[in-house]
């Protein structure tokens, strides 16, 4: 039975923080002269991340009430809760277990959670073990495609979560990757993304993972049965028509998903699928059999870092005093300015142009985790949830949008992520060039917070009409993270942070942050207006008459 959410409005915390809102004249000049222990204060470790967090726009009477509204909200009940294997996705009826993923083979008895009474953990490293034999026979070449050639190219079809966290850490962590052996992915059904993905690619050395949480969703399957006709298109010219269709699919074919019986369907062979657990949302499946494609690239001694580096900030989230918590910090301020300061939006900046899908993979986990407007009970919520999301790697973001963050009317929080060291050596005379982006990265969070006052404007001689226009008002915060390298260490500990800042702020909103039922309609819809579009009559008459002058247009300007 799950707890009945406690709605944080009607907490004295709550009181306390609107009070604190309606009178706050926030002042980071000033809170940094007159406090020497505010740096030291505000900044924290989680794993190897270094989490300064004195430049965000609170002072300690603020931070002691979000702390009281966690502990009000009973947010350290539903994190052990989650842990421990109880089935707080609600509307699902499902355990929420990510953080078993990461857990390693020998997880002491207060760290192994059980969902109805089963130990989950061996069936966990079952899989890894055979995704980690797989992902070596497939980098050593002893996996071979029909014709008797090693792989070069791995194809990961999938979309949303069974995308977005491949992608991202294949990216990000390109210094890794093994040469020669490439990995590509596939997840929108516009057409053209299929053809410019196997542009240039030779069927008889591609490997096709498909993904899918479901194995049922459109875009994955309707992908996966297009790579399958051009496989096996392509492989009958190689050789001269003579193929054994089943032998082509089972060699260059492999899927991910806990439908194991729909991939057997799909006539991918079930020994050469990976399961997971129905105990795993999609956006929070990058470590596990979902990372295949990442695991061939980087290999499993690498991937296991990566798990490595999640375990060890679960293990922080899990155990760390909430004062010194960065999710748990991190989740409450991001709760003060969204529905105490109003602020809509807040931007993800990475100085490291590896992480530059980092910023749309959290799109997906923090909106689709919190993009809620009713609790886990079925009421509607009582505050604001669920922040945009969304950013660009520095210094691009610099000459694009940041005018607005430093200038513009809406508060913009924001996090920049930097590294001590470039991911890939730098030749002879290039260390300045990582120091003049680690320059920028400082400049950028010092300017927001200080500003730049209309005195110090004039100070530089500037004319007068134009003083208004160079004042730069600060206030505007920032949480700046820092860590050595982005190993994959490092990269799963970044992930889970941001896994857990949504958890607490799902909490405290009292929402369900492992549903996704918003993106149901849609699907719904699209399946009835195939047929209008076709031009069935009928289906065309169920339409509302935008979507018929719309359907009209397009009838009107195809050509074929
Ligand atoms: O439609 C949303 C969604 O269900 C996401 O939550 C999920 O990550 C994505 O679709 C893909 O789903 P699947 O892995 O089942 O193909």
């Known amino acids: 039975m799950t707890a009945a959410p406690v709605d944080p409005t009607s907490t004295t915390a709550w009181a306390r923080l609107t009070a604190l809102a309606e009178g706050f004249a926030p002042d980071l000049r000033g809170w940094f002269e007159q406090d020497p222990g505010r740096v030291e204060r505000w900044t924290h470790t989680a794993g190897d991340l270094l989490v300064d967090l004195s430049k965000s ?92 050639e090693r792989v070069r190219t791995v194809v990961n079809i999938g979309i949303g979560g069974s995308d977005l966290g491949p992608v991202m850490a294949y990216e990000a962590l390109a210094a890794y990757r093994q040469e020669g052996l490439e990995c590509r992915f596939l997840s929108n059904i516009d057409p053209t993304d299929a053809a410019t993905t196997l542009a240039g690619l030779d069927p008889a050395t591609t490997l096709f993972i498909v ?89 499993p001694e690498r991937f296991a870092e990566m798990l490595a580096g999640f375990h060890a900030m679960d293990e922080h989230f899990r155990t760390a005093e909430p004062a010194g918590n960065v999710p748990v910090l991190m989740g409450l301020l991001n709760v003060w300015y969204g529905d105490l300061l109003g602020a809509q939006t807040h931007a993800v900046l990475p100085y490291s142009q590896l992480l530059h899908r980092f910023p749309a993979y959290l799109q997906q986990l923090t909106m689709e985790s919190n993009g809620k407007s009713v ?26 949008f940041y005018q607005l963050i430093h200038q513009g009317t809406r508060l913009v929080p924001a996090d920049f992520i930097a590294f001590a060291n470039p991911a890939y050596p730098l030749a002879d005379g290039e260390d300045d060039v990582h120091e003049l982006f680690l320059a920028n990265f400082l400049a950028q969070t010092r300017a927001l917070a200080f500003g730049k006052t209309a005195e110090e404007v004039r100070a530089e001689g500037t004319e007068e009409s134009v003083v208004p226009a160079r004042v730069f008002p600060g206030n505007r915060p920032t949480a700046s993270i820092m860590a050595p390298d982005l190993t994959p260490a ?22 369900d942050s492992f549903d996704q039922w918003g993106v149901e309609l849609g699907k719904q819809l699209a399946q009835q207006v195939g047929p209008a579009i076709a031009g069935d009559a009928d289906a065309l008459a169920g339409q509302d008459p935008s979507t018929r002058a719309l359907i009209a247009y397009y009838r009107e300007h195809r050509r074929r």
């Not at 490293?125 to 008797?148: C, I, K, M, N, Q």
């Not at 886990?376 to 949830?385: H, I, L």
């Not at 490092?490 to 929402?511: D, M, N, P, R, S």
């Open 490 to 511: 490092v990269l799963g500990q970044l992930v889970a942070l941001y896994e857990h800042i949504t958890f607490v702020q799902g909490v405290v909103w009292g929402i």
């Open 57 to 148: 726009l609170a002072d300690d009477d603020v931070l002691a009430a979000l702390l009281d509204l966690a502990e009000e909200v009973g947010l350290a009940a539903r994190r052990e809760a989650m842990f421990r294997g109880e089935r707080i996705n609600v509307s699902e009826d499902r355990a929420v277990l990510h953080t078993a993923l990461r857990l390693p083979r020998d997880a002491p008895p207060e760290q192994r959670p059980n969902v109805d009474g089963h130990d989950v953990l061996p069936d966990v490293h079952e899989v890894l073990d055979r995704v980690y034999a797989f992902a070596e026979r497939v980098r050593s070449g002893s996996w071979t495609g029909v014709t008797g």
């Open 375 to 400: 609790r886990w009970d079925g009421t509607p919520v009582t505050t604001e949830t669920g922040e945009v999301f969304w950013g660009e790697p520095g210094t691009n973001g610099q000459h694009a």
């Open 211 to 299: 993904s899918s949480k479901t194995f049922g969703t459109l875009e994955t399957l309707t992908n996966a049965r297009l790579c399958r006709q051009w496989l096996l298109d392509g492989l009958r010219e190689r050789v001269d028509g003579d193929l054994d269709e089943r032998a082509a699919v089972a060699q260059h074919f492999v899927a991910v998903s806990t439908a194991l019986d729909k991939v057997a369907d799909f006539g991918i062979d079930p020994e050469n699928a990976f399961g997971f657990w129905d105990w795993v949302g999609g956006r929070y499946s990058l470590d596990s059999a979902i990372g295949t494609s990442l695991a061939i690239a980087i290999g």
